[in-house]
Every structure is written in C-alpha cells, then in structure tokens.
C-alpha cells in the first residue's frame, strides 16, 4: 500500500502501517523532511524499524555533459510545458513549497532550474545536487526518476537515461555507503 498525501493523519497512518509515502517531484526538501519526521515518529510508536526506508521521492533528472547542455536540450520542451503547468497551478505549488514569489505569468525553465526544481547536468553533479538533497530532506529508501517532457522525444531523452544507466550508478555507488550510514543517524530522528 503506498499513500501521496499532505494530511498529517494519513501521514501518521501510513507511518503506523508501514505503508510506503510517495512525494511529488515537486516537493522541497523542507517540506519531505516534516512528513518524514511525523511519519517516522508514527511508525516507531507502532514498533516499525527503519520507517525511512518507506519513503518514497520523485525528482526530475537529465544528465548531460553538463548542466548548460542539460539545459539547452530541455528548454524548448519546457517552456511549451510551462504554458499549460501554469494553467494548472503548477507555479503556486512551486511558490507554495519552496517559499518562493515566482510571478506565473513571467517564470521561466531557467528560473525553475535555478530554483533547484530540476536535477541537471553531469552525473556527479547530479549525484552531489541529491546527496544534498537527501541531507536536508533527513533521509528516503526510494529514489524515482521522473522525465520526459511532452515535446522531447524518446530519443532525445534516451541520451540522458543511457548516462544514468553507464555513469550515474558509479556516482551514486560512492554515495550510497555514505547515505547509508546517514540512514542510520536518521532513523533516530
């Protein structure tokens, strides 16, 4: 069972279950850590160990030889994505949780990488951008890889899953023995 929710009583619920928190990619790390906390306080007042390995995020990830490649190859897609996200409230989200003041009818792709929306560039650059992430939300077991823009094709997008595939594990293998020990100082939390 997993839950996507902001309510701090089916936060607790699925902490005491043990079902599985999924964030949207959306989410700041501020705003993961408070449900972390309360999810993880649930879960160990119904006698749950390593609550954390239950979360679940989404972050949206391109590699690239670098983060202006990164960039350039998404802009044109993004910003036709813009014009309907905005429609939909995407920029109050944004704002909401990341205490930001963007203007929707002015924001840009470029203000929403800046912003750290996005995860752009080379893989250690990448790799680093989520240790940080996973530092200030306090800790996750699952990392989904969200990504394809409406106006990018399959193969234009498939050059960035290839480096994840090639480049990014090895990245990510030099954290992990670091994230796992962090794991363990948050499960104290």
Known sequence: MATATDTEAMIELAGARGYTLLSAQIESAGSIRKKADRYAR??????????????????????????????????????YELGYQKKRGFIRLINASYGLSLVESEVTFDQLAEAGIYYLGDPDTVARQLREFYDASGGFGTLLRTGRPARKSFVQCGCSWNRWRRNFAASCRRAIRTWSRREGEAEER
């Open 42 to 79: 649930a879960a160990k007042a119904a006698g749950r160990t390593m609550p954390l390995s239950n979360l679940t995020v989404a972050r949206y990830i391109y590699l690239a030889d670098s983060r202006r490649e990164a960039m350039d190859d998404l802009r044109p897609a993004f910003t």
